[in-house]
């Protein structure tokens, strides 16, 4: 089967671009990949603790399947626990895609696949060390913003979350699921994890896609 991956670092950050990627990726392979096969994760790169990665990588992900992701940033800003999750990976016998590593999506035959495998490890070395330095300087650009926001007198907090402001992909996997969770083919739980949302903030925009509805 094939499966993507998309991070962003907050919850007001917009995914949609990485799932376009893959999708459009996908479509030109002649891949059949479904929306609910699209794990999504708003939360900051630093480590692999995400409970959509962990879900799709631990519990979900089997032998043969195919992982696609538009950036190698975007599956982590850690270098050495990047290399760890690629190698967990291929010895699980998942084929990893990275869109902005061109050398992953071409296929060898075995015999010449250590050759590949050579490039590649050079290139995530590589880009590795660009996204933890990045990371680095996000840390220090959040920790100016924040003195500088402080020094101001300004309130720091999230914005409020509904209907409107959710991504575009959440309200169609909200639309798909909806039916299935009310003929309790799925739990709220399944549901809430499925849509990357929080107990209170779900039932809230449940309540205004009711009434949407009609």
Same mark, same amino acid.
């Given at each position: 089967?094939?499966?993507?991956?998309?991070?962003?670092?907050?919850?007001?950050?917009?995914?949609?671009?990485?799932?376009?990627?893959?999708?459009?990726?996908?479509?030109?392979?002649?891949?059949?990949?479904?929306?609910?096969?699209?794990?999504?994760?708003?939360?900051?790169?630093?480590?692999?603790?995400?409970?959509?990665?962990?879900?799709?990588?631990?519990?979900?992900?089997?032998?043969?399947?195919?992982?696609? %992701? #538009? $950036? =190698?940033?975007?599956?982590?800003? *850690? @270098?050495?626990?990047?290399?760890? /999750?690629?190698?967990?990976?291929?010895?699980?016998?998942?084929?990893?895609?990275?869109?902005?590593?061109?050398?992953?999506?071409?296929?060898?035959?075995?015999?010449?696949?250590?050759?590949?495998?050579?490039?590649?490890?050079?290139?995530?070395?590589?880009?590795?060390?660009?996204?933890?330095?990045?990371?680095?300087?996000?840390?220090?650009?959040?920790?100016?913003?924040?003195?500088?926001?402080?020094?101001?007198?300004?309130?720091?907090?999230?914005?409020?979350?509904?209907?409107?402001?959710?991504?575009?992909?959440?309200?169609?996997? %909200? #639309? $798909? =699921?909806?039916?299935?969770?009310? *003929? @309790?083919?799925?739990?709220?739980? /399944?549901?809430?994890?499925?849509?990357?949302?929080?107990?209170?903030?779900?039932?809230?925009?449940?309540?205004?896609?009711?009434?949407?509805?009609?």
């Amino acid at each position: 089967m094939i499966f993507g991956y998309a991070r962003v670092s907050s919850k007001d950050q917009n995914e949609d671009r990485q799932i376009t990627a893959i999708k459009e990726y996908c479509k030109s392979q002649n891949l059949d990949i479904e929306d609910r096969n699209i794990y999504i994760d708003k939360q900051s790169g630093k480590d692999f603790k995400r409970p959509s990665y962990q879900a799709l990588t631990r519990q979900i992900l089997r032998e043969g399947d195919t992982l696609i %992701i #538009k $950036e =190698l940033d975007r599956l982590g800003r *850690n @270098k050495a626990e990047i290399k760890k /999750e690629l190698e967990y990976l291929k010895e699980k016998g998942v084929t990893v895609r990275i869109l902005n590593i061109p050398t992953t999506l071409i296929e060898l035959p075995d015999e010449s696949k250590w050759v590949m495998e050579m490039v590649n490890n050079v290139l995530i070395e590589v880009m590795g060390a660009v996204a933890e330095e990045e990371r680095q300087k996000i840390r220090q650009r959040q920790r100016e913003g924040i003195e500088e926001a402080k020094a101001k007198g300004k309130h720091l907090g999230r914005p409020r979350m509904d209907w409107n402001t959710i991504s575009k992909h959440q309200q169609e996997l %909200i #639309k $798909e =699921l909806y039916p299935i969770w009310k *003929n @309790k083919e799925i739990t709220a739980t /399944e549901f809430m994890e499925r849509v990357d949302l929080k107990r209170n903030t779900f039932y809230k925009i449940i309540k205004q896609y009711e009434s949407l509805r009609g």
